[in-house]
T-cell receptor, first 111, second 110 residues
Framework: DAKTTQPNSMESNEEEPVHLPCNHS???????IHWYRQLPSQGPEYVIH???SNVNNRMASLAIAEDRKSSTLILHRATLRDAAVYYC????????????FGAGTQVVVTP | VTQTPKFQVLKTGQSMTLQCTQD?????MYWYRQDPGLGLRLIYF???????EKGDIPEGYSVSREKKERFSLILESASTNQTSMYLC????????????FGAGTRLSVL
């Protein structure tokens, strides 16, 4: 399975943007890039996903490099409720299988 | 996705059933365990009623899916190495590959 690499932690001030990088240099042409987050004492929560084009939803934006070997999750205005571990994972098209969560990035938001 | 109980303490050798129910009419349901430094590991999954498939670490566990909305994880004889956070997830089908997770069951085996 293709692997992803993320920084261990990132800090941000409240109401400032947060850019979370993810490297996935061995991504295959049919792999989707998914982001999940996990708040303390909660299960993981889906954030966003994309294949080739940049994507926006109410939670975040996903910017995908042209060669698809890296991507960036953008939280436009961080709030205290965004403090969580963010996971970047790859899933094969039409996959029913397991999600491979790595260590993720711990996001700390300070008021 | 609702998981019960939220917390449980067992003694070694006791049996326990962790319950997971969903109201999204999803076909696929999964059981993972999450341990520090090891990420999420798949125990079992099910793609239909009465159907089940082993994941990466099925030893010591069994599952049951008698109804579409319920997927149970069974520990027949708990051991200390089964102390963990257990997470249930659902997925509609093989299209968007998005999984929806419950809040988890924190299990301690003493």
């Amino acid at each position: 399975d293709a692997k992803t690499t993320q920084p261990n932690s990132m800090e941000s001030n409240e109401e400032e943007p947060v850019h979370l990088p993810c490297n996935h240099s061995t991504i295959s042409g049919t792999d989707y890039i998914h982001w999940y987050r996990q708040l303390p004492s909660q299960g993981p929560e889906y954030v966003i996903h994309g294949l080739t084009s940049n994507v926006n939803n109410r939670m975040a934006s996903l910017a995908i490099a042209e060669d698809r070997k890296s991507s960036t999750l953008i939280l436009h205005r961080a709030t205290l409720r965004d403090a969580a571990v963010y996971y970047c994972i790859l899933t094969a098209t039409d996959s029913w299988g397991k999600l491979q969560f790595g260590a993720g990035t711990q996001v700390v938001v300070t008021p | 996705v609702t998981q019960t109980p939220k917390f449980q303490v067992l003694k070694t050798g006791q049996s326990m059933t962790l319950q997971c129910t969903q109201d999204m009419n999803h076909n696929y349901m999964y059981w993972y365990r999450q341990d520090p430094g090891l990420g999420l590991r798949l125990i079992y999954f099910s793609y239909d009623v009465k159907m089940k498939e082993k994941g990466d670490i099925p030893e010591g566990y069994s599952v049951s899916r008698e109804k579409k909305e319920r997927f149970s994880l069974i520990l027949e004889s708990a051991s200390t190495n089964q102390t963990s956070m257990y997470l249930c997830a659902t997925q509609q089908g093989t299209g968007k590959n998005i999984q929806y997770f419950g809040a988890g069951t924190r299990l301690s085996v003493l």
